[in-house]
């Protein structure tokens, strides 16, 4: 009963969702990854991102005033992790947060020796635990290198769907914990192994090395802007990948 009510809900949401059609061919077309999509796929990524606006607040800060292009490009973005998943992937929170560049929040941890350290650094983005996701606009636009800041911070949100973001989101029934802790935690040593020797021309931002949690959020950004690299490099991720996000952007990417 559930269920058919959810499914007539949201078809009624999708039915009078204002989406401008120009709009959303505009927004398509700035995000190269996205036009290998199959006429399925892109209706498939339109009503989940009609869905996702229905149901998160997106707005600026810092003075930053938001139109509906913006919101568009951030959504259609945040959206492409879950198109062949639900929208409820997203659940437990509503806000993203848009700031005009880097944000500098003030986090405090706690040493060994016990000792409480400030620290004030900038962010392009951050994901908090049931929590909102935060942005820098002047890095949502994309870029022809792999790094996707939108693809990152909603990553880490998959990922603490079962608490904090470590690299292991919940995965889906057939799916094998075995097989994603042997794939992700081996690519994860030899990836930390090339960063620290100084290796150049890494074609994986280097950022992957600060921990399991970014390994899976960076290798997430790469797996739909640049998933020949992922596919190349570590064979065994990039499959894990395409199981978890039910997706295979290689045969949408020419090499």
């Known amino acids: ?53 229905h149901q998160k607040s997106i707005h600026g800060a810092a003075g930053l005033e938001l139109d509906a292009g913006m919101r568009l490009l ?18 437990g929170w509503v806000e993203v947060i848009v700031y005009p560049d880097e944000f500098v929040p003030e986090t405090e941890y706690t040493d060994e020796a016990g000792v409480v350290h400030t620290e004030r650094e900038p962010h392009t983005g951050e994901a908090w635990l049931q929590g909102p996701v935060i942005l820098s606009w002047a890095d ?6 792999g790094v996707n800041v939108v693809i990152h911070e909603f990553a880490h949100k998959l990922d603490m769907l079962n608490g904090d973001a470590n690299g292991f989101p919940p ?7 075995e097989a994603w802790s042997q794939a992700f935690g081996s690519a994860y040593a030899d990836f930390c192994r090339r960063v620290d020797a100084g290796e150049e021309e ?46 295979d952007p290689a045969v949408r990417v020419a090499m």
């Open 74 to 91: 951030i959504a259609a973005q945040a959206c492409i992790l879950i198109l062949n998943l639900d929208v409820d992937y997203y659940r």
């Open 140 to 145: 949502v636009a994309p870029s022809a290198d």
């Open 171 to 177: 995965l889906h029934d057939g799916m094998s914990r």
């Open 1 to 53: 009963m559930w269920g058919a009510f959810k499914r007539w809900r949201r078809a009624r949401i999708i039915a009078r969702a204002p989406l401008d059609p120009v709009l959303w061919r505009q927004t398509l077309k700035r995000l190269p990854f996205l036009r290998g999509l199959s006429p399925a796929e892109r209706e498939g990524l339109r009503q989940a991102v009609i869905l996702f606006l």
């Open 202 to 247: 890494l074609a994986i931002d280097p950022y992957a090395a600060e921990s399991p949690g970014e390994f899976f959020a960076v290798m997430s950004e790469a797996f739909f802007e640049m998933p020949h690299a992922v596919s190349g490099l570590y064979p065994r991720v990039y499959d894990q990948l395409r199981l978890f996000y039910r997706q």
